[in-house]
């Protein structure tokens, strides 16, 4: 594999700075321009401010955030402060080991070692004199089995926020998604999830909930949705919070047309901003960070023409412009990647208007014990309690990218205590027969029944059904292991005896939801270095220009081994660009 950490040429190529102002005149001029506002985004904005540098912040949309906003808000970074002083037993060696062999022939030592020796620092750089806080979270590696994997302590969790000390500003940080809101605007984490649906189980619960209504009515008499931030809204509001303290200009509503380059280095960008062309001199770096491509559908054709899908849970404005401005000067897409993209299990809902919704896979039905995933021809095909990505990229391993015939099977036992997909289980769901009209599920009397009604054979999903009731009876699964690991069992239901991770399907009438593969970002994205400089045909930078977010490639390579795997990376490369753009200034 090419050694891209050092670059022959790169000593004899100007920076900015070094450049004149160009051909033509400038309509606005700073140190920095940043072109995205998800984490990378945010991130390199404000290390930029830490730097001393001027900066500005362009975002396509009306709102900041974007997927990131959207998101869990976890980050992926081994060896944090916060890990050492919680006493984990950890090393960059041991999370290295890890990431070899999760990522295999795809690895790329460049990139693993920039992130895994730079993590830390990131992290504590932008935590320090800011608002941005981070907790250690109890999430594992997905693969805690996996050589070098922990079952605690390199994810974090972003701390909540109260969106009231934006003021007027709350409105600039995206909302989250629909399913995670409730009442018209009140956020609900995914923490919180069980003590809304059964409020009345415990006094906690009860005063839990109650505390937070009375909290989401006083909010509504001045704010337009509830102030309590969580997840990756809280990452955003923090950002957002702490970059309004420093002198950074943000500009909403506009999006990047064109990168400008001369001799050689990039020296700004041209941005649509009301309505008009505004050339923005970047005298020290542009750093892209505008969410990858999943809304393209020209370059998910392009980049991602093995992975057949048109869904994506990301931000609807994320459509390559990074990417596409990059490219046409000269920069190099990296491909050589596991997949194109972070996958999620999703099921669709057509409203009677013909619309239809995404919905993710669901936090209550997810992994749990009476519910299996079977393919077009009746049979298993995957550990259903393994990490969503893990699921589609199985998906895509059988075939079922290309028959769209991948169902999660169970009964009514199941959906009456755990809902599925969409919906949420009894006494908020107390009537299916719509959304078995509207064909959001199927519904059958006997297993034969329901394989008919979604075009599988009768007697291999019979098949596949008795032979699972029967491993739920040993608590073996000995197919795909499941409930073996430790992430596994975190999915499960220790009431579910002997392994919590399988329990029957025998419960008429029986339900199957039709998945499809959606992302939860792009994998595939510029190739760069370790310093995240973008890098051309031939693996030299291209002075001037850096990346971060989904715009980057993900160092990763298309795998997903642990949760925040791609906000973590985006907020070190942010910092290895911008350490990189004022080195000059530091010095």
């Excluded at 830390?120 to 594992?140: H, I, M, N, Q």
């Excluded at 109260?162 to 709350?170: A, H, K, Q």
């Excluded at 009375?214 to 969580?230: Q, S, W």
């Excluded at 490639?553 to 910092?575: D, T």
Aim: glycine share 10%; with cysteine; hydrophobic share 40%.
């Amino acid at each position: 594999m090419t050694d891209v950490s050092a670059h022959p040429k790169s000593t004899l190529q100007p920076r900015p700075e070094q450049l004149g102002s160009g051909s033509a005149p400038w309509d606005f001029e700073t140190d920095l321009l940043v072109l995205g506002s998800g984490a990378g985004g945010l991130a390199a904005s404000l290390y930029g401010a830490k730097e001393g540098l001027s900066v500005l912040l362009c975002e396509k949309s009306a709102t900041l955030g974007g997927t990131t906003a959207r998101s869990a808000g976890m980050v992926w970074i081994p060896c944090s402060q916060q890990a050492q002083k919680a006493g984990i037993e950890d090393s960059i060696d041991r999370a290295r080991q890890y990431l070899r062999h999760e990522l295999g022939n795809h690895y790329r030592a460049d990139l693993v070692d920039a992130l895994l020796t730079s993590g830390a620092e990131a992290l504590a750089t932008l935590e320090d004199g800011t608002e941005v806080k981070f907790d250690l979270a109890s999430a594992p590696d997905y693969h805690p089995d996996q050589v070098g994997g922990l079952d605690k302590g390199r994810a974090l969790n972003i701390r909540p926020f109260d969106g009231r000390r934006l003021g007027s500003d709350l409105g600039l940080v995206c909302p989250p998604l629909p399913r995670m809101l409730v009442l018209g605007g009140m956020m609900i984490s995914s923490s919180e999830i069980q003590a809304f649906l059964k409020p009345f189980s415990s006094k906690a619960n009860f005063k839990h909930v109650l505390r937070r209504l009375a909290r989401y009515a006083k909010d509504r008499l001045r704010f337009p949705r509830g102030t309590e931030l969580g997840n990756g809204n809280a990452l955003v509001g923090r950002l957002v919070y702490s970059l309004k303290q420093t002198n950074a200009d943000i500009w909403i509503e506009a999006s990047l047309t064109e990168l400008i380059r001369e001799e050689g280095c990039v020296l700004g960008a041209v941005i649509k901003r009301h309505g008009k062309a505004v050339r923005v001199r970047a005298r020290k770096g542009v750093v892209l960070a505008t969410g990858g491509f999943a809304h393209s559908p020209e370059l998910r054709h392009r980049l991602s023409a093995n992975y057949p899908h048109s869904h994506s849970l990301v931000y609807e404005s994320n459509t390559g412009d990074g990417l596409t401005a990059a490219m046409a000067i000269g920069a190099a897409i990296d491909t050589d990647l596991a997949s194109p993209g972070l996958w999620a299990p999703a099921s669709i809902y057509t409203r009677a208007d013909g619309a239809e919704k995404l919905n993710p896979y669901g936090w209550l039905d997810r992994g749990r014990p009476g519910l299996i995933a079977v393919n077009s021809h009746g049979k298993r095909f995957v550990n259903e309690s393994n990490s969503y990505h893990d699921i589609i990229a199985a998906m895509f391993d059988s075939g079922g990218g290309s028959d769209n015939r991948f169902f999660f099977i169970c009964d009514g036992a199941f959906m009456r205590k755990r809902g599925l997909g969409m919906l949420l289980p009894y006494p908020w769901t107390r009537n299916l027969t719509r959304y078995v009209k509207r064909e959001y599920i199927y519904e059958g009397k006997t297993i034969q029944e329901l394989a008919l009604r979604i075009g599988i054979d009768p007697e291999a999903l019979a098949q596949t059904v008795r032979l699972h009731n029967e491993n739920s009876k040993t608590g073996v699964d000995p197919e795909f292991n499941r409930g073996k690991n430790y992430y596994n069992r975190l999915l499960g239901d220790a009431a579910v005896k002997p392994n919590p991770n399988l329990g029957p399907i025998e419960k008429a009438p029986f339900y199957a939801l039709r998945i499809i593969p959606s992302t939860l970002g792009t994998a595939c994205g510029l190739k760069t270095d370790r310093d995240a400089r973008v890098l051309d045909d031939i693996d030299n930078p291209i002075p001037g220009l850096y990346a971060c977010g989904s715009d980057l490639a993900s160092p990763m390579r298309g795998y997903y081994p642990g949760p925040g795997i791609a906000l973590g990376p985006a907020i070190v490369f942010a910092f290895r660009a911008v350490r990189h753009v004022a080195i000059p200034v530091r010095a």
